[in-house]
């Protein structure tokens, strides 16, 4: 595979000329051997996927993993949170869920270009996704068992940390066919975003979360979801 395009020095840009839509291990293959050799993009059909197939594969891993989070939750009521709390927090986290899914339903439908609306969808979907992470933060910040609220806590900064990294791959607008981002990105930089968005490592930093507290309601509760 040859190099592709070049980025400019002040602001991240990627190039193509059409795509066609791949299985998602396809894709992951794709984008490690074309990051791996340094180039910001790759030429022909494989360009449009360096940043949807990173995002379309974190997307479909993150999601799964919010139901375990929410069955926990839910297993501590009448415990050591109130059924008020479980509902608050699990309701944060389930449309969260929701629009992670709605992310991942517009990439999967994906042909040829993006285009502005569709980068406005996935960008206000972002925000959404945001906003309900960080509300069921703050519900678990008001958790006054310490157990729970540390592991409750510890499991949703995961998934606000991965949010903002598949945040920061998502173009905010599409000229002429090139994609312009919020943040500039050095090719080392998407190497790095793209290597923390795999499964595998997305999957070792929710389960590095997963630590003993010293309640056992809570271990318990939380030992059963590590992701596989």
């Known amino acids: 595979m040859t ?13 193509y ?8 291990g396809q894709v992951a ?14 030429p022909s059909t494989a360009t449009i996927e360096k940043w949807t197939g990173i995002v379309l594969n974190a997307v479909a ?7 375990p989070i929410i069955g926990a939750i ?28 709605a992310i991942q339903g517009i990439l999967v439908a994906v042909v040829g ?12 979907l972002e925000t959404t996704l945001s906003t309900e992470l960080n509300a069921a933060l703050l519900q678990a910040n008001g958790i006054s068992d310490p157990a729970a609220q540390q592991q409750i806590i510890a499991e949703v900064n995961v998934l ?9 791959l998502i173009p905010t607008t599409v000229v002429a066919g090139k994609f312009e981002f919020r943040h500039p990105l050095t090719p080392a930089q998407v190497k790095v975003l793209a290597a923390q968005l795999t499964p595998s490592a997305i999957k070792a930093s929710f389960n ?3 630590v003993p507290t010293g309640n056992a309601a809570v271990d318990n509760a939380f030992a059963t979801i590590r992701a596989k």
């Open 3 to 15: 190099k592709g395009d070049d980025m400019t020095s002040t602001q991240t840009i990627l190039t």
């Open 17 to 24: 000329p059409g795509a066609r839509k791949r299985g998602a």
């Open 29 to 42: 293959m794709i984008l490690v051997m074309c990051l791996c050799t340094q180039a910001y993009a790759c």
């Open 61 to 67: 891993t993150v999601g799964p993993m919010i139901s």
């Open 74 to 101: 839910a297993g501590l009521a009448g415990k050591v949170l109130t059924a008020a709390q479980v509902a608050a927090i699990n309701g944060d986290l389930a449309k969260g869920q929701t629009d992670l899914t």
């Open 113 to 124: 270009t993006p285009d502005q609306t569709t980068l406005g969808k996935l960008n206000a």
């Open 160 to 168: 606000i940390a991965t949010a903002q990294k598949i945040e920061s």
């Open 208 to 210: 590095a979360a997963i």
